[in-house]
């Protein structure tokens, strides 16, 4: 499935080097024609402890390559512009690589595509009870 379109929600976390906790994200992506666009969410779990960060992707896919950055909104001195790299499975629905900070710090990521149950096994469940 080399050319997935990544459109959709996807639920992720993304590693700290050293023993630092690691932090989970929610991104809502935009795919066009191999272009992403979106946002990330996610409670900061490092530097400002919980605080609510929010994020603009840009960035391409090609094929399975994965490649984007993450601006934070508001623009502040205590996060920078993060690039990632990564790799999309056959499925279309995990995406992992690496992260970096230039000149700073970097780490793994991993985030997935969550299946919507179909709505017939639902209305299925609850007929059940």
Known sequence: MSDADLSGV????????????ATSFRATLTDTGGRLGGAIEEI?????????LTSAVDGTRDGRAVRFTKFYAPVSEDYD???????VNADGDEITGHWQ??????????MTRPQAAPAQAEQSDAAER
Do not use: C, K, M, Q
Request: glycine fraction near 16%; charged fraction near 15%; aromatic fraction near 16%.
């Open 10 to 21: 996807w639920l992720g976390i993304f590693n700290y080097p050293e023993d630092l906790p």
């Open 44 to 52: 900061d779990a490092v530097i400002l402890v919980g605080r609510h």
């Open 81 to 87: 512009v993060v690039e990632y790299r990564g790799t």
């Open 101 to 110: 900070v230039h000149g700073a710090w970097g780490g793994s990521f991993i």
